[in-house]
């Protein structure tokens, strides 16, 4: 499809555990977002990619949590020593300019994490 | 720092009537302000944006909403609800800091009744 694309959409994974989140963004966007939500709150920025480069990462939470995009293109979230806190619905967003205020972000449908 | 609030958490509609959610926010500067909706399911969608230009905004599917400045609101509006407009709404402000960060309400989820 055209669309924000994220795998997988579902994983359940043990407390300690590693795990890879995929964004494939819409064809051509430079920018790329992501965000988490838990239960009953709205999104959580945590990420923003102009190009290949992390334009702003101030809503990583900790050092657990690093983000890649290195042709510009598809990134992955990576978590390490997940914990139970840790779950939620990480969502990605892309955009065809600079970011918010100037082009529209489009959304993916997510990646629901699970940590037991 | 910038925040909003978004004063019901849920928020209960006939089909046919005006919809309402409420939505205040704070920002140390001239906003801009946004409107996404979740469908289950669905990715988030942009409905509206508001970025210091008309402050009657209009967005897709019938929905509009208002920059009052005075009463630091951003309310959005519909005339008459359809079922399908029964969804989750976020209220969303520009950080201002950083293109990319947007800071999120923690949403009014609309029901919609026969």
């Known amino acids: ?116 | 720092a910038q925040s909003v609030t978004q004063l019901d958490s849920h928020v209960s509609v006939s089909e046919g009537t005006p919809v309402l959610l409420r939505c205040n926010y704070s920002s140390s500067y001239s906003p801009s302000l946004f409107w996404y909706v979740q469908h289950p399911n669905k990715g988030l969608q942009l409905l509206l944006k508001y970025t210091s230009a008309a402050t009657l905004v209009k967005g897709i599917n019938g929905f509009e909403a208002e920059f009052k400045k005075s009463e630091t609101s951003f309310h959005l509006t519909k005339p008459s609800a359809h079922m399908s407009d029964a969804a989750e709404y976020f209220c969303v402000v520009s950080s201002g800091g950083s293109q990319g960060n947007l800071i999120f309400g923690k949403g009014t989820k609309l029901s919609v009744k026969p």
Do not use: M
């Open chain 1, 1 to 116: 499809g055209a669309g924000v694309s994220q795998t997988p959409s579902n994983k359940v994974t043990e407390k300690g555990k590693y795990v890879e989140l995929r964004c494939d963004p819409i064809s051509g966007h430079t920018a790329l977002y992501w965000y988490r939500q838990s239960l009953g709150q709205g999104p959580e920025f945590l990420i923003y990619f102009q190009g290949t480069g992390a334009a702003d990462d101030s809503g990583l939470p900790n050092d657990r949590f690093f983000a890649v995009r290195p042709e510009g293109s598809v990134s992955t979230l990576k978590i390490q020593r997940t914990e139970r806190g840790d779950s939620a619905v990480y969502l990605c967003a892309s955009s065809a300019q600079g970011g918010p205020l100037t082009g529209e972000l489009f959304f993916g449908e997510g990646s629901r994490l699970t940590v037991l």
